[in-house]
């Protein structure tokens, strides 16, 4: 008895094996001393062979997610491996007692159709997993976050339908040999407790130049918004290390409509939003260009950067299924100074809407030595109709074309709409104008500023002449009442003819 009496006391005594960022972070840096090891497991034949549609027709069941049982706030369901998901993730669930890891079984998954043999496989691993929450009703826990297939990951406020991704880190997108796509090799995923409100999940970030540990505090609602910490390692130096990368689509818009489709916009994002340290703010309306297309903006302190859905009204879109005006916003606030660098926005060329064609992300004007740690954090919202914006007046549309009168040889007009509290408060005999400039490749040969009485927004007009056809011309232009800025800052690409 005096043996068992102190046995129960060794244990009772024992302290509770903690985990944390920091565990993540010394593995991280250990696995950037070594070089990198590609994975050279595949999943079985028989799920490679699948089809679209058949991969899609395997489903994990809800009552066998993680939680379930217990009725907490949160609800974990993982993403079984098939044609269009190969690299498998370690997923572990992290308790007082320490982590432990989730093993695969193939009795949490609805097969559907398929005539499979799951019982061969053993302990496959997951493609990724799924966050549910009770974002919309406290009866249903609806879909909150994903995290699928290298280092993305996507979220959702109440309300909203998927659209635009984030990623961990983007390597090279522009400049290199080509990108490098870190992946998530292993998360996990802290228990929540009875009355949580926020989710905790760490991962590791893998690939053959970087090394990183992150943490994501979910915190779900009207708008969803997590607080993100990363610490990076290079094993080797990069062209372009981008960080809090946005990943979005740009079909075609009011600012580059389409001819022979009856919806009149399809995209998941038109236009890029930056804040400056400076107190400047910018927007960029997103395209589709012909060829691949970077530009930047280069400053000394950044205060936000997001891929925007300002409009979020049905009749812009017309599609009852896809639902566009409903697709998340998502804004990038850093948590303290990132120093020096630049927002890039690189614009691909898609001919569809199946194609995220859209990328947008930090660069840091010095990049880290190899092997030594690159801090940062921010937060990153998911918005919907309350969104952030200028505190002042923002870009409403951007219309594009000739109206009666006949444009001159090699030029262009844009129809431009700003509303915002500024504007609002404008007295009815106030002067307006219209400041527009060309920095490169263009000459500026008309614009005018005037109230738009059936909206009460204030329009710029501007005509402009590309100098060179074969070429891409910048445009920027603001309202300006007397020595007050009114507005954001309208910056528009005007594509080679």
């Not at 903690?18 to 028989?46: G, H, I, M, S």
């Not at 060829?291 to 930047?296: A, D, F, I, K, V």
């Not at 850093?334 to 690189?346: A, K, N, Y």
């Not at 709409?417 to 490749?441: I, Q």
């Amino acid at each position: 008895f005096a043996l068992l009496g102190l046995l129960l006391a060794a244990t009772i005594a024992e302290p509770a094996q903690a985990f944390d960022f920091d565990d993540v972070a010394a593995r991280a840096e250990a696995q950037a001393r070594k070089p990198y090891r590609a994975l050279n497991k595949e999943p079985p034949k028989e799920l490679q062979a699948l089809t679209y549609d058949e991969y899609r027709d395997i489903r994990f069941r809800p009552d066998h997610a993680l939680w379930h049982e217990e009725n907490l706030p949160f609800e974990l369901m993982f993403f079984h491996l098939g044609k269009f998901q190969v690299d498998p993730v370690l997923i572990n669930e992290v308790t007082p007692r320490g982590a432990r890891h989730v093993k695969y079984r193939s009795a949490d998954f609805d097969y559907g159709q398929n005539d499979l043999s799951p019982q061969k496989w053993g302990n496959l691993g997951f493609a990724g997993f799924r966050a549910h929450y009770p974002l919309n009703n406290p009866e249903y826990k609806d879909e909150l976050i994903v995290f699928l297939g290298a280092s993305y990951f996507r979220a959702l406020g109440a309300n909203q339908r998927w659209g635009l991704s984030a990623r961990g880190l983007a390597i090279d997108t522009v400049g290199g040999k080509g990108e490098e796509f870190p992946r998530f090799s292993e998360f996990w995923i802290v228990r929540p407790e009875a009355e949580a409100k926020t989710l905790t999940v760490y991962a590791l970030l893998d690939s053959p130049r970087s090394s990183g540990a992150y943490q994501f505090d979910i915190h779900p609602g009207t708008e969803t918004v997590i607080d993100v910490r990363a610490r990076l390692f290079l094993r080797e130096p990069v062209a372009t290390l981008g960080l809090a990368p946005l990943t979005s689509m740009f079909f075609f818009g009011e600012n580059q409509p389409h001819r022979t489709d009856f919806r009149p916009e399809v995209h998941d994002s038109d236009g890029l939003m930056v804040a400056t340290g400076t107190g400047e703010w910018i927007w960029r309306p997103l395209l589709n260009p012909k060829h691949p297309l970077t530009t930047s903006f280069s400053m000394k302190d950044l205060r936000g950067f997001g891929l925007m859905q300002r409009d979020r009204s049905f009749s812009n879109y017309e599609d009852t299924e896809a639902t566009y005006e409903m697709r998340p916003n998502a804004w990038v606030e850093p948590v303290g100074s990132w120093g020096p660098g630049r927002v890039e926005l690189f614009m691909l060329p898609t001919p569809d809407e199946t194609n995220d064609n859209i990328v947008a992300y930090w660069v840091p004007e010095k990049q880290p030595a190899v092997g030594k740690p690159l801090d940062f954090s921010y937060r990153l919202h998911w918005q919907g109709k309350q969104m952030q914006r200028p505190p002042g007046a923002w870009v409403v549309q951007t219309r594009i074309g000739r109206s009666y009168a006949e444009l001159g040889k090699n030029e262009q007009q844009y129809i431009v709409d700003f509303a915002g509290p500024s504007l609002a408060a404008l007295k009815p005999d106030a002067e307006v104008k219209a400041v527009v400039t060309a920095p490169s490749n263009g000459e500026i040969v008309q614009s005018n500023a005037y109230r738009v009485e059936q909206t009460g927004a204030w329009r710029m007009a501007v005509r402009v002449k590309q100098l060179k056809p074969n070429e891409p011309t910048e445009l920027r232009g603001f309202l300006q009442s007397g020595e007050d800025v009114l507005t954001e800052t309208w910056s528009n690409i005007l594509l080679p003819r």
